[in-house]
C-alpha cells in the first residue's frame, strides 16, 4: 500500500512539472518566460487591435510573435501565435525567388508586400498548450530559416 502510494505520488509530482514546462498563446506571459528564459531579450506589448504582441530578435533579425484567436472584445483567450519577420530590399523581389523560399521551408509562409519586399511568417497551434520545449524548437528553428532565406533574399543585391 505505501509503495502504491510513493508511485502515486510521483506520478502526480511528474504530472505537475510537465503542466508547468506547457506554453499556450492563451499565456502571453508564459510564452514571454519561456523566451527570457531561452536566453532571448523579448517586450510583452499589444498590437493596434489590443491584442498581445511580443517583440523579440533572433539570429540578428526582428521577430514579431503575434497573436490569434483571441476573443475580439477582451483580446485574451488565444490559441495560436505567428512568428513574423519583414525584410527591407532595395528593389522589389522577383516573386518566382520567394517562392524558391517556401518550397525549401515547410512551415514558413512568404509573402511580398505592395513593395515587393518579403515577409516570412511561421504559425503555431498552441490551443490548451504544447510543451515548452517544442515551442522553443520551432522559435529557433524559424531563426535558421530566417538566416537561410536571407540568403536567397538579398543574393541579387550584393
Do not use: H
Amino acid at each position: 500500500m505505501i509503495r502504491w502510494m510513493a508511485v502515486a505520488a510521483l506520478a502526480a509530482s511528474l504530472a505537475g512539472a510537465a503542466q508547468a514546462q506547457t506554453v499556450t498563446a492563451n499565456n502571453p506571459e508564459g510564452l514571454l518566460a519561456a523566451m527570457k528564459s531561452a536566453g532571448y531579450e523579448a517586450e510583452l506589448t499589444t498590437d493596434q487591435l489590443g491584442d498581445p504582441l511580443i517583440k523579440t530578435e533572433i539570429s540578428g533579425w526582428e521577430v514579431s510573435v503575434l497573436f490569434y484567436g483571441c476573443d475580439a472584445e477582451t483580446n485574451t483567450g488565444c490559441d495560436s501565435v505567428q512568428f513574423s519577420t519583414g525584410f527591407d530590399r532595395e528593389k522589389a523581389m522577383d516573386p518566382v525567388r520567394a517562392l524558391e523560399i517556401a518550397r525549401k521551408w515547410r512551415f514558413l509562409a512568404v509573402s511580398l508586400d505592395e513593395d515587393g519586399d518579403p515577409y516570412l511568417r511561421w504559425d503555431i497551434f498552441t490551443a490548451d498548450g504544447i510543451p515548452q520545449s517544442v515551442f522553443m524548437a520551432a522559435f529557433r528553428r524559424y531563426g535558421e530559416s530566417l538566416d537561410d532565406a536571407s540568403e536567397i533574399i538579398f543574393e541579387d543585391e550584393k
